[in-house]
């Protein structure tokens, strides 16, 4: 028999089923090609890897990003342990090559976006002579893979995912896409979008995220910028990209009324109700928003001042559901300006701003990020260790024993941020508020599982995320299997083998501007 190419997505918790296919082990898939057989894909967000499937002279491509890193790491030791070639990839082994091998017992690391060079690494290791580090770079958008979805498993997830745009302009201190994707937004053309989305929908996919860094990439106060320039080539650059957003979405428009995507959007987006009109009649009916903070202070906290704050703030979320786009709007706790009405404060305005979902999330330090140098190379950070691990390497800190929040907080202790974190979780996804936001949608069976994909979310993300008690994180993560399985029915919809892809992209309305 021959070698065997794999792929895995490490996680430390399994669930059974997954709400969001993870698209990279899909996209390296493809990529991989049929020359040595298909994949084979493990997700450990559904089962562990049994490695008992690695053999002597396979090559195991292992996909991290920070918060997986260190069962990753694992794996790739017991892999090597059995002979295979070990590879790394994702934005963690793009930051760290040197730690995926020396903890991970790397012969390889791929930097950067994989899509292209990938097939060149499994000639290279089947050939018995890999480099140590392999520069993906970051690739123009007409080079991005179409995913393999022809190798999904059934009934295993809730929501299929596209990218349809990698980079963001902005420059958030917590994130590290705009330094790791960039700042220059590489946008995909619209018919291989909407090709990968038919397939999604003949496959009986009726729920798909637009995985995108940020699916409005071209503000008015960034048009407004280029107009001021001599040189017009920048405004015409703009305003072509626009114009695809708007032709991507009326390819939508045209696709079974089924279909409902997600996405994640800036805020900014509100400003333009043309673009949200259009989002409406393409169906995409939910956003994550990047709220952060629900104070000006906040925001400058996060270098976020192009958000909005108080009431300004809940009249731009609730212009979103006016559209008919849902907000899930995410909120950063552990911020130096959070005082303890914070909390309340903020639940109060998801609240009151229409929210129909939210995530409160600790403050955390990502490597790739400008709060991760800032912090990192505060005096005495790097000699501090927990378990002998540097805390500037916390996510090599066994999690029984890695703190949940890093930063010493101005006048909060930093249990009583994550108490009043775990408490906004508790507030805002109540069973009696969420029957009340369950009128969003109208029959029964809809508002039953509007209750049920809510506490889904909300048993995956906050009692496995914050909770410190294993024996909480454990009877989470099997209420959240349970769940799962329970919810998992209702997104899926009757496959449509015979769906036809829809007319040319350019035949829609120009759009007018602002
Ligand atoms: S948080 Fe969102 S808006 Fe800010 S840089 Fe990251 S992707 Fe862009």
New binding site residues.
């Given amino acids: 028999m021959g070698s065997t190419v794999h792929l895995i997505n490490p996680s430390s918790v399994s669930f059974g089923v997954a709400v969001i296919t993870p698209r990279w082990l899909y996209v390296l898939a493809a990529a991989t090609g049929t020359r040595w057989g298909d994949p084979n894909i493990v997700d450990e967000t559904l089962e562990s890897i049994d490695p008992a499937v690695i053999a002597s002279g396979d090559v195991v491509g292992i996909g991290i990003h920070t918060g997986n890193a260190r069962r990753g790491y694992e794996i790739g030791r017991l892999a090597r342990e059995r002979g295979a070639w070990v590879v790394y990839g994702g934005i963690h082994a793009t930051l760290f090559p040197d730690e995926a091998h020396e903890f991970g017992s790397a012969h390889a690391v791929v930097r950067g976006d994989g899509d292209q060079i990938w097939p060149e690494v499994v000639a290279d290791c089947f050939a018995g002579q890999p480099s140590r580090t392999y520069e993906g770079g970051r690739l123009a958008a007409d080079r991005f893979l179409p995913a393999r979805w022809d190798l999904l498993p059934t009934g295993r997830y809730m929501w299929a995912s596209v990218q349809t745009v990698r980079g963001?302009p902005?420059?958030?201190s917590?994130?590290s896409?705009?330094r790791t994707d960039g700042q220059e937004p590489r946008q995909r053309g619209v018919d291989p979008v909407v090709r990968e989305i038919v397939e999604l929908r003949r496959l009986g996919f009726r729920f798909i995220a637009l995985a995108d860094?940020?699916f409005y990439p071209v503000t008015f106060d960034d048009l407004a910028a280029a107009r001021r320039r001599s040189d017009p080539s920048r405004l015409h650059e703009l305003e072509a990209m626009r114009q695809d957003r708007f032709n991507l979405m009326a390819q939508l428009a045209q696709l079974p009324d089924d279909l409902v995507f997600y996405t994640?959007i800036?805020m900014e987006a509100a400003e333009d109700p043309e673009f949200l009109d259009a989002m409406r009649r393409a169906r995409i009916r939910g956003a994550l928003v990047?709220v952060e903070a629900v104070t000006a202070a906040g925001l400058k906290d996060v270098y976020?001042g192009f958000n909005l704050a108080g009431d300004e703030l809940v009249a731009r979320l609730k212009a979103f559901r006016k559209h008919g786009v849902h907000v899930l709007g995410s909120f950063i706790f552990g911020l130096p300006s959070d005082r303890q009405d914070t909390f309340d404060a903020t639940v109060a305005l998801a609240e009151q701003a229409d929210l129909t979902f939210a995530q409160f999330v600790l403050l955390t330090p990502f490597p790739g990020t400008v709060d991760f140098d800032r912090w990192s190379s505060e005096e005495g950070r790097s000699s501090t260790l927990i378990d002998g691990v540097p805390i500037t390497r916390y996510w090599m800190i066994p999690e029984e024993t890695r703190p949940k929040l890093f930063t010493p907080h101005p006048t909060l202790s930093l249990e009583e941020i994550r108490v009043r974190t775990q408490g906004a979780w508790d507030r805002f996804y109540s069973w009696r508020h969420l029957w009340e936001r369950s009128r969003v949608v109208e029959s029964l069976r809809s508002r039953i599982a509007f209750v049920l994909v809510s506490k889904l979310y909300r048993q995956m993300y906050a009692n496995t995320g914050i909770a410190t008690d294993s024996a909480r994180v454990a009877r989470s993560a099997r209420w959240a299997r349970w769940m799962g399985m329970a919810a998992r029915r209702l997104f899926l919809a009757p496959p449509m083998p015979d769906l036809a892809m829809p007319g040319p992209a350019d035949a829609v309305e120009e759009p007018t501007w602002a």
């Fill in positions: 963001c902005k420059h958030c917590f994130c896409v705009w860094d940020n994640q800036t990047g976020k």
